[in-house]
């Protein structure tokens, strides 16, 4: 139900590429419906699938009437970048909201995002994401020091509502004129389909924003929870490897554009103290035979000599690369619906849209999820 009266307007935008998640993505859109706080509004960005747009738009027809639900077409290339700046250009409310297509928000996500906004230094509060293990359960093996490697809040980050770097894409908030001072997710970088689990967009923009307004506050409430879905693949250890490897790869070009101070500030803490504590709390387990302990100790230790390789190699590539990504501004064109096929809910042409040519560029090839600093 809409409520435009709500103090703090969110417009909550979830972006959406493949029809083998459609229970998945009509569950996130009902767990946002459900809030407490009601959203402005919920808009569904297809990422280059016609079938499913055509499909999203017939199923939210009624909502479509009421601007409860919009679905729209990423006007942008393909990618979770410029799918998520269509609807930050499409988006009406005073606070911009992301939610992952394969989680569902807490009943309260909104209502704790909302609280910490009555403080006007601040400029983006992310939330708590808890995984849904496939399987039913954790597997013995995945140290919960690395859930950063399925997109999940990981152990190391102080309880409460405290200052970060960065939040986290999939559950994280921002004031709209954060994307006016700092432009949009920047292109080129961020997840593609189903390529290689890239992405960091969140990271390079918060740094970004910090940078624009050194007065921001970026903070992290583990109150705003929602739930996502492991699949069965993601518990496996090649996918962790896979994972941790683009990882070094992100850091290693994350370090370059914002220089290493600011690119690895968290990392250095993670890798000093989080990590270290882990495998001692595994080869414990393992000494007093409890299962999995040596698996997660041994996990850890691989993740680290893995990263570190991707990193070497990142580094290696970044002095080489002439890919280039970029952003700038997006315009606001709230008003603006779609229907299926059309190329709308975008910003004034193609570059607004998407960043493309309209802001600094930066020299990259990849960048991989932020990971361990969220």
């Given at each position: 139900?809409?409520?435009?009266?709500?103090?703090?307007?969110?417009?909550?935008v979830?972006c959406?590429?493949?029809?083998?998640?459609w229970?998945?993505i009509?569950?996130?859109v009902?767990?946002?419906r459900k809030?407490?706080?009601p959203?402005?509004e919920?808009?569904?960005?297809v990422d280059h699938?016609?079938?499913?747009?055509?499909?999203?738009?017939?199923?939210?027809?009624e909502q479509?009437l009421?601007e409860e639900v919009?679905v729209?077409a990423?006007a942008?290339?393909?990618?979770?970048?410029?799918?998520?700046?269509?609807?930050?250009?499409a988006?009406r409310g005073?606070?911009?909201?992301?939610?992952?297509d394969?989680?569902?928000?807490?009943?309260?996500?909104?209502?704790h995002?909302s609280?910490?906004?009555?403080?006007?230094?601040?400029?983006?509060v992310?939330g708590r994401t808890?995984?849904?293990w496939?399987?039913g359960?954790?597997p013995?093996?995945?140290?919960e020091e690395?859930d950063?490697?399925?997109?999940c809040?990981y152990l190391?980050?102080?309880?409460?509502?405290?200052p970060?770097?960065?939040v986290l894409g999939?559950?994280?908030?921002?004031r709209?004129t954060?994307?006016?001072a700092?432009?949009?997710f920047?292109?080129?970088i961020?997840r593609?389909?189903?390529?290689?689990?890239?992405?960091?967009?969140?990271?390079?923009?918060c740094?970004?924003?910090?940078?624009?307004?050194p007065e921001?506050?970026?903070?992290?409430?583990?109150?705003a929870?929602?739930?996502h879905?492991?699949p069965?693949?993601?518990?496996?250890f090649g996918?962790?490897r896979t994972?941790v490897y683009?990882?070094?790869?992100?850091k290693?070009?994350?370090?370059?554009?914002v220089?290493?101070?600011?690119?690895?500030e968290?990392?250095?803490r993670?890798t000093?103290?989080v990590?270290p504590?882990?495998?001692?709390?595994?080869?414990?387990?393992a000494v007093?035979g409890?299962?999995?302990?040596?698996g997660?100790?041994?996990?850890?230790?691989?993740?680290?000599?893995?990263?570190?390789?991707?990193?070497a190699?990142g580094?290696?590539r970044?002095?080489?690369?002439?890919?280039?990504f970029?952003?700038g501004?997006?315009?606001?064109?709230?008003?603006?619906e779609?229907?299926a096929?059309?190329?709308a809910?975008?910003?004034s042409g193609?570059?607004?849209a998407?960043g493309a040519g309209t802001?600094e560029a930066?020299?990259?090839?990849?960048?991989?999820?932020e990971?361990?600093?969220r």
């Amino acid at each position: 139900m809409n409520d435009r009266t709500t103090p703090h307007g969110f417009s909550v935008v979830i972006c959406v590429y493949t029809e083998e998640r459609w229970e998945d993505i009509l569950a996130a859109v009902d767990s946002v419906r459900k809030q407490s706080l009601p959203a402005l509004e919920t808009l569904l960005v297809v990422d280059h699938n016609e079938r499913l747009l055509s499909r999203l738009t017939e199923e939210y027809a009624e909502q479509r009437l009421t601007e409860e639900v919009r679905v729209l077409a990423n006007a942008g290339p393909r990618g979770l970048s410029a799918g998520r700046n269509t609807g930050i250009a499409a988006a009406r409310g005073d606070f911009v909201a992301f939610l992952d297509d394969d989680a569902v928000a807490e009943r309260d996500w909104l209502h704790h995002f909302s609280a910490a906004y009555d403080d006007p230094r601040v400029m983006a509060v992310g939330g708590r994401t808890m995984p849904s293990w496939a399987s039913g359960r954790r597997p013995a093996w995945f140290p919960e020091e690395f859930d950063w490697v399925v997109g999940c809040t990981y152990l190391g980050l102080p309880p409460g509502r405290v200052p970060v770097r960065n939040v986290l894409g999939g559950n994280a908030s921002f004031r709209r004129t954060a994307f006016d001072a700092a432009g949009g997710f920047a292109t080129g970088i961020g997840r593609d389909g189903d390529r290689r689990p890239l992405g960091g967009e969140e990271t390079e923009l918060c740094i970004r924003l910090s940078k624009a307004l050194p007065e921001a506050i970026l903070l992290i409430d583990d109150r705003a929870v929602i739930h996502h879905k492991v699949p069965a693949v993601r518990e496996r250890f090649g996918y962790f490897r896979t994972r941790v490897y683009a990882e070094g790869l992100s850091k290693a070009l994350v370090a370059r554009s914002v220089g290493a101070q600011k690119g690895l500030e968290s990392e250095r803490r993670y890798t000093t103290r989080v990590l270290p504590a882990g495998v001692l709390r595994g080869m414990r387990d393992a000494v007093l035979g409890r299962s999995g302990g040596a698996g997660r100790a041994g996990a850890i230790v691989t993740g680290v000599t893995v990263a570190a390789g991707g990193y070497a190699l990142g580094t290696l590539r970044a002095r080489r690369s002439g890919t280039t990504f970029s952003w700038g501004p997006i315009e606001r064109h709230g008003t603006t619906e779609t229907g299926a096929g059309a190329e709308a809910g975008a910003a004034s042409g193609t570059d607004a849209a998407t960043g493309a040519g309209t802001g600094e560029a930066v020299r990259a090839d990849a960048l991989a999820s932020e990971g361990g600093t969220r």
